[in-house]
C-alpha cells in the first residue's frame, strides 16, 4: 500500500463545474497536508494546507480534512481551463518528512 | 521576494560522470528540502538542512549523492559516479522556520537525463 494515494486521473470536468479530487494516507499519525498544483514541466506550487478535521476555504478552492478516515479533498469550484493540471496530495508524515501522492491529472474541458 | 532558484534547468551526462546541481532558497529560509522524481512515480523526499546542518538524509539512495550547504544559504547536490537510474527532476524547496516547516515552496527543478 502506498502512503499516499490518489487516483491518477484524468479526470475531465467542464468548464463551471466543480472539480473532487480525492487522497488517502496511511500514517495516521499526520498531521498537516498539502496540495500541490503543478503544470506540466513546472515545479510544484502550493495552493492549500490543512491541519484540522473540516473544511478550508480559499478562493474557489475548499480543502477537506478527516482524519478518522484518513481521507483529504480538494474541491475546485467554477472549474477554468487555467486549472487544468496535475494535483498532487502531500501529507507531513509522523517520520518529519512530506510524503507526495503520484498526482491527479486535471483536465477542464471548454 | 524572490523564489527557489535552481541550476541548472537540464543536464544531459555520461553514465560515469559527475554532475553537481545548485539550489538557492528564498532568502531568509532556515530550511532547505531536496526531492527527486523518477519518470512515473512520485516526488520522493531525499534529504533536508536546517541552516548549514543535515536534518534528515534518510531519502538519499546512495552514497553516491552528496549534499552540502556551507554557510547555510545555498545548497549543492553532487552525484558521482552517476548512473542511469539516476535520472529524474530533481527538486528543491526551502521553508522558513520550524513553525512553518510543513510550508515548503519549491524550485523549478534541474531535469537529469544521464545517458
Known amino acids: 500500500q502506498k502512503e499516499v494515494e490518489q487516483n491518477s486521473g484524468p479526470l475531465s470536468v467542464p468548464e463551471g463545474a466543480i472539480a473532487s479530487l480525492n487522497c488517502t494516507y496511511s500514517d495516521r499519525g499526520s498531521q498537516s497536508f498539502f496540495w500541490y498544483r503543478q503544470y506540466s514541466g513546472k515545479s510544484p506550487e502550493l495552493i492549500m494546507s490543512?491541519?484540522?478535521?473540516g473544511d478550508k476555504e480559499d478562493g474557489r478552492f475548499t480543502a477537506q480534512l478527516n482524519k478518522a478516515s484518513q481521507y483529504v479533498s480538494l474541491l475546485i469550484r467554477d472549474s477554468q481551463p487555467s486549472d487544468s493540471a496535475t494535483y498532487l496530495c502531500?501529507?507531513?508524515?509522523?517520520?518529519?518528512?512530506?510524503?507526495f501522492g503520484s498526482g491527479t491529472r486535471l483536465s477542464i474541458r471548454p | 521576494e524572490a523564489g527557489v532558484t535552481q541550476f541548472p534547468s537540464h543536464s544531459v551526462i555520461e553514465k560515469g560522470q559527475t554532475v553537481t546541481l545548485r539550489c538557492d532558497p528564498i532568502s531568509g529560509h532556515d530550511n532547505l528540502y531536496w526531492y527527486r522524481r523518477v519518470m512515473g512515480k512520485e516526488i520522493k523526499f531525499l534529504l533536508h538542512?536546517?541552516?548549514?546542518?543535515?536534518?534528515?538524509e534518510s531519502g538519499m539512495p546512495n552514497n553516491r549523492f552528496l549534499a552540502e550547504r556551507t554557510g547555510g544559504t545555498y545548497s549543492t547536490l553532487k552525484v558521482q559516479p552517476a548512473e542511469l537510474e539516476d535520472s529524474g527532476v530533481y527538486f528543491c524547496?526551502?521553508?522558513?522556520?520550524?513553525?512553518?516547516?510543513?510550508?515548503?515552496?519549491f524550485g523549478p527543478g534541474t531535469r537529469l537525463t544521464v545517458t
Open positions: 502531500a501529507v507531513y508524515s509522523s517520520a518529519s518528512k512530506i510524503i
Open positions: 524547496a526551502s521553508s522558513r522556520s520550524l513553525t512553518e516547516i510543513h510550508e515548503q515552496y
Open positions: 538542512f536546517v541552516k548549514e546542518s543535515k536534518q534528515d
Open positions: 490543512i491541519y484540522s478535521n
